[in-house]
Nanobody, 123 residues
Framework: QVQLVESGGGLVQAGGSLRLSCAAS????????MGWFRQAPGKEREFVAT????????YYADSVKGRFTISRDNAKNTVYLQMNSLKPEDTAVYYC????????????????WGQGTQVTVSS
């Protein structure tokens, strides 16, 4: 049974930083591309960042480029999202997702999803 468990969310002031983690189990983690998505209240879930199975390729939404960094540790079956210079508009529930092979930006491209972790950025 595949499980993705996010952690690291919380309340932070604008300009601050958080690091999200997503621990995976029940799959061959090193074979899976991983993605981070987010969903703000009243809005659709949107792509944030993705990383290929090897970690050699990453891609970001324009809204977070230069502020967020996705990385992975295949030995720990964990993907991370380092979020710096946070803005109130980054407030959302953040989800990690997994798919075989390369990372992708579409929600429907992913096979497995975590339950999400809340990030709240105060102004």
């Amino acid at each position: 049974q595949v499980q993705l468990v996010e952690s690291g969310g919380g309340l932070v002031q604008a300009g601050g930083s958080l690091r999200l983690s997503c621990a995976a189990s029940g799959l061959t983690f090193s074979s899976y591309g991983m993605g981070w998505f987010r969903q703000a209240p009243g809005k659709e879930r949107e792509f944030v960042a993705t990383i290929a199975w090897s970690g050699g390729s990453t891609y970001y939404a324009d809204s977070v480029k230069g502020r967020f960094t996705i990385s992975r540790d295949n030995a720990k079956n964990t993907v991370y999202l380092q979020m710096n210079s946070l803005k109130p508009e980054d407030t959302a529930v953040y989800y990690c997702a997994a798919r075989r092979g390369l990372g992708r930006t579409g929600l429907n491209d992913y096979d497995y999803w975590g339950q999400g972790t809340q990030v709240t950025v105060s102004s």
